[in-house]
């Protein structure tokens, strides 16, 4: 399925190239240095996405003549690795040894983010609606999605627009 998935993004940014901003690939090798010391592994489809694109978005027909900037903080999007790296540095003092790792892997237009737990069961995770309000077993309540293809999959459908909670 990320295969489609993938090529249906390809088509999206070939159809609205004004509004689609995806990153180049992260390089295999650099992904493994990248995760090596990371407490967390990411999920095997998420892990494909960043193979082909380490983050970037679709932003809203509204918005597309801000700045990229400011498009790029009021659009559902989707981060890179170092960014990854930056969320995760500021939640993790909220994990408890033995429970579930919340690894932020998109920041979303209210600025909050959605994760993946880590461990997770069958290389895949379900996907988390996380504020920084509440806590990681508040979080485990607020899935959106059973995993990233059927996030990708609406992201791609619906121009970047997503379920969220917050």
Request: charged letters at 25%.
């Amino acid at each position: 399925m990320m295969k489609d998935l993938l090529r249906q993004l390809e088509k999206k940014m070939e159809a609205l190239p004004h509004r689609c901003f995806f990153n180049e690939a992260v390089g295999y090798d650099e992904l493994m240095d990248f995760l090596d010391p990371q407490p967390f592994l990411f999920p095997l489809s998420h892990m494909t996405f960043l193979l082909n694109y380490n983050g970037g978005f679709i932003c809203s027909e509204k918005i597309q003549k801000l700045s990229i900037e400011t498009v790029a903080w009021n659009s559902n999007r989707f981060l890179s690795i170092h960014e990854i790296d930056a969320a995760y540095s500021r939640i993790r003092h909220k994990f408890s040894k033995n429970g579930p790792q919340f690894v932020p892997f998109m920041q979303v237009e209210n600025s909050e983010y959605l994760a993946f737990t880590y461990p997770y069961e069958e290389y895949e995770s379900p996907v988390y609606d996380i504020w920084h309000e509440a806590f990681p077993n508040e979080w485990l309540q607020q899935e959106v999605y059973s995993g990233f293809e059927e996030l990708l999959d609406d992201y791609i459908r619906n121009n970047g627009i997503i379920v969220t909670i917050g």
